[in-house]
């Protein structure tokens, strides 16, 4: 069943763009506040050995913004083929940015890409591009992708951020049991 009223039913196609770009456009101001706000030393403490920091979550997003969405929207609309991206392969070699000054490059190039998503037009979201993975995908499924994307790497983020915070509150911390890396 694809009732929207369904938690489990994809976005209608009518809302893709309108509710894709408004995500979007929530995550550079987000991070700009979190780094500006924040304390370095909590934005790079990870959640757990083996897990990223806030710190590692903006720099994915910022490397998925250079390298991955943008460059596939313009896969769809030119056409053509989508090229994999494996987070775990090596990226080219840039600066060490701090992470106020990742967020500054990340709303920076967010701003470039919702300008990119604002000439888009409902009739491209059937647009269809081939991944090396997954095969034929249209737009509005790579679209979905990235502001769930946003959304999935912003929570992991501020789940590493409560860490520190959770052995401290006491008779409360059952309550955060689904976010805490200590508990089971």
Known sequence: MNDAKS???ALPNDRVLAWVRDVLATTAPR?????????????????APGEWSAAQCLEHLLATERQVFPPRVRVFLRGGDIVPFDPDQEAPPRPVMSPV???GEFARLRAASLELLAGLEPSDLARTAHHGEYGT??????????AAHDLMH???????????????????RPSFSDHDVTRG
């Open 31 to 47: 991070w700009l506040n979190l780094t500006e706000a924040l304390p370095e030393a909590l934005l790079r403490r990870p959640a």
């Open 7 to 9: 938690p489990n039913a």
């Open 137 to 146: 995908v249209t737009l509005a499924e790579q679209l979905n992708e990235w």
């Open 101 to 103: 000054q990742m967020a």
């Open 154 to 172: 912003t929570v992991q983020a501020e789940r590493a951020l409560m860490q520190p915070f959770l052995p401290g509150t006491g008779p409360w």
